[in-house]
């Protein structure tokens, strides 16, 4: 009985290394992002640091949540509205090739029509919707984004040892139909989704790692091939 046990976790070992490894999906996506400088900095919250940054790195990442009742873009990660509206912000960028990775926190059924207005009026006179890729995780609502002339980004889920056997088949659904600019992750999921999307552009961030004490990590994640873009602090 314990031999067979064993057995059977062995194989079941097994065949979770190879689920690991092997890809299930191998097209690929235009490249939005083809600088071979991966660096973009990591939640950049007010203009005047972005300007600062602008001399080091290519892109910035900001995080908004659509406010309705205001019909705004407030820029903030968490908490209550902060009355930092994203065209202002935007309007104080001094480089004119910046580019941004912006997360929508609250992408919804009930705004996502507000919030194609609002991007709208904000690009309607700029170059703004080629240097700009919008984050979300429903993948439904952002190809309303897509469909309206936007890079978007599809924010997937943590790699877990059960779950993900089966969300990655969805992921590659998703993938298939919507297609995505890219796809984003957290970086310790980029060795996971990598693999099993090969030829997509990925999308990652680095909270927890150190620019300067971490680099080596933070270099060999942007030495993968399909990487495009790696958020750093």
Known sequence: ???????????????????YNSSIYEKSSPIFYKSSDKYWAHRVLDP????????????????????SEKSLFDVRHHGPYGGKSLIDYLSNI????????VDLKNLNLSNVSSVINRLNLITKENFLKEKMIIESKD?????????????I??????????HSIFQVYEIRDN????????????YHYVDFYSRKFPNYNIHCWTNGLNFNDDIHKIEKISKIENVRIVLVD
């Open 1 to 19: 009985m314990r031999h067979k046990m064993l057995f059977i976790i062995v194989i079941i070992f097994f065949l979770q290394l190879l689920f």
């Open 48 to 67: 005047q640091t972005a300007n600062k940054l602008s001399a080091k790195f290519n892109g910035i990442e900001l995080d908004v949540f659509f406010e």
């Open 94 to 101: 001094r480089n004119d090739n910046m580019f941004f990775w």
């Open 139 to 151: 993948i439904e609502l952002l190809y309303q984004l897509k469909e309206s002339g936007y890079k």
């Open 153 to 162: 980004s599809y924010w997937l889920p943590s790699f877990h040892f059960l």
């Open 175 to 186: 993938l298939e139909y919507y297609a995505p600019d890219a796809i984003s992750c957290s």
